[in-house]
């Protein structure tokens, strides 16, 4: 074959079928662009193809065609878009595909959008298999319990004769349970031959993709099938049931890939890791925890129970406990929470901590300051060994613009203060308990801004007369004269 060697891995082409509907999903959203995992359909479709590292990439777009279009542009720059203008099934799809690589030779890999457990091994296997049987065509299939709504594949012998559809089944066929999983690669000349030899005469009127197998069986040409073990990849998303399965049969993979790589993970039920999550050794996953977009954890850290990060970065050793988070940094032996909320912009230090009902945003807390109850800290920098008191506001939002305030290192900040940005607190300074900060505090001062406090003697008794408090202070009263006469004595 010309230009191809041998010992490349290189295919001359993978053409992804995305052009389908997708009615069964019900959906607004074309159904390749859903998601498992924290990946589209489609995305997890080029990576496996990505694998492979073919010549070209085409992916075909019909149905929704912009949006499909619009997130390819995002997340694969690097494929091809081809149109497929009507749905006239998988055959007609292919030609689309085929329409943007004029004069190819070689190896096409075809496979659907709509397969995301399909890893990139099983495609080099496959692109593997045909070149040593010198197919002209080399189909994936597998064996399943349950083959309703799969394509069936009808052998003679040993030999693949032909696929057929459910809708175009016999009885006979029915029962057969090695299914097409819609995964082939074809020798470009035999693909072409075949679509041009394409006819719609069956029962969904549609361009069979699969009737090409029959079609180069007919003129000679070799044809193979790869049974694959691992059934489970072959599984297709044709609806919201079976994208929840896929979903969680993907998490379960996830899960034992980070298992073997030396995390722990207390209950794989209840803990969902997405793609682009990094993990390192001796991290621990407690029950409950969502671990999202690209979100890494260092070693040791212990996540959970109940926590979501979304794009976090985790230090070493550090523990985050019942906690939503995203786009935050946690240092390395920091504790948070239980019950933080961590949003967009947060980076704690080394050895800090974050506790109880406190929500920080675009905050910048120092190495070993602790932020323990209570409070919302946003716009804030805290320098490092600073102490904020439970209920402490930054109040941050003046109703029309939004500024920062600081509190430098080592200094101390009293319970149920509010501080209005933007407010200036030195390193070692003091903000006494309950005051509401206006200006700002110098090196070594105490800031005070509250009332002064004023005792009223009999106030209770004059105001509450029959109450059970003026009851109490009447007795206490009493206790104290009675202890003062013993005193005096
Ligand atoms: C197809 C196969 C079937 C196989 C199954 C595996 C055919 C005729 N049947 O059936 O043998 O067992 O996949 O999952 O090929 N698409 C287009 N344009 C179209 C129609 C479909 O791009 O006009 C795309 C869809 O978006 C999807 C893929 O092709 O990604 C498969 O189409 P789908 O309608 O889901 O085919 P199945 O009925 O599942
Ligand atoms: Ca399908």
């Not at 040593?132 to 040993?158: H, K, M, Q, S, W």
């Not at 070993?368 to 941050?396: Q, R, S, W």
Request: proline fraction near 4%; charge should be negative; include cysteine.
């Amino acid at each position: 074959m010309a230009g191809q060697d041998v010992n490349d891995n290189r295919v001359a082409a993978v053409v992804i079928m995305a052009a389908g509907a997708g009615t069964r999903m019900r959906s607004a959203i074309p159904k390749v662009l859903h998601r498992i995992a924290g990946k589209s359909l489609v995305a997890l479709a080029i990576d496996s193809a990505d694998a492979l590292a073919p010549d070209r990439l085409v992916v075909v777009v019909g149905h929704q065609r912009e949006q499909v279009s619009a997130h390819l542009g995002e997340v694969a720059p690097h494929v091809m878009i081809a149109v497929q203008e009507r749905p006239l099934g998988t055959g007609d799809a292919v030609r689309s595909g085929l329409a943007v690589l004029p004069g190819i030779t070689g190896e096409v890999v075809v496979t659907s959008g709509d397969v995301p457990l399909l890893t990139g091994e099983t495609l080099l296997d496959l692109v593997a298999a045909h070149r040593d049987a010198a197919n002209a065509v080399t189909l994936l299939t597998a064996v399943v319990p349950d083959p309703t709504g799969y394509g069936r594949i009808v052998r003679e012998g040993d030999e693949v004769a032909r696929i057929v559809e459910q809708a175009d089944a016999t009885d006979a066929e029915l029962d057969l349970t090695e299914i097409n999983a819609g995964i082939y690669v074809f020798d470009a000349a035999t693909l072409t031959e075949g679509l041009a030899s394409l006819q719609a005469g069956n029962a969904k009127g549609e361009l069979y993709l699969t009737d090409v197998v029959a079609h180069a069986r007919a003129a000679g040409r070799r044809v193979g099938a790869r049974i694959l073990a691992d059934h489970l990849q072959t599984e297709g998303v044709n609806d919201r049931a079976q994208l929840a399965e896929r979903g969680a049969e993907l998490n379960r993979r996830i899960l034992a890939r980070w298992m073997a790589d030396g995390v722990t993970v207390v209950d794989p039920a209840t803990t969902w890791v997405e793609a682009g999550v990094d993990l390192a050794e001796d991290v621990t996953l407690k029950p409950g925890t969502s671990l999202e977009g690209a979100t890494s954890v260092s070693r040791g850290a212990t996540i959970g129970p109940d926590t979501t990060l979304i794009d976090c970065e985790v230090g070493e050793n550090a523990r985050v406990l019942r906690t939503h988070a995203e786009l935050a940094v946690i240092g390395p032996d920091t504790t948070v929470g239980p019950f933080s909320y961590l949003r967009p912009g947060t980076e704690l230090g080394s050895r800090a901590h974050v506790g109880a009902f406190v929500e920080t945003k675009k905050a910048i807390i120092g190495e070993g300051a602790k932020v323990p109850h209570l409070t919302y800290c946003g716009d804030a920098e805290v320098g490092a060994g600073a102490n904020i008191g439970a209920g402490t506001i930054f109040a941050n939002y003046d109703g029309v613009t939004k500024s920062t305030s600081t509190v430098g290192v080592n200094s101390f900040v009293g319970s149920d203060s509010v501080l209005v940005a933007p407010v200036h607190i030195a390193d070692g300074a003091y903000v006494a308990a309950g005051s509401t900060i206006t200006g700002d505090v110098g090196p070594g001062e105490l800031a005070v801004s509250r009332g002064q406090q004023r005792n009223i003697p009999g106030w209770v008794a004059r105001k509450r007369a029959g109450t059970k408090t003026a009851a109490s202070a009447e007795a206490a009263l009493a206790a104290k004269e009675a202890s003062q006469k013993e005193d005096s004595q």
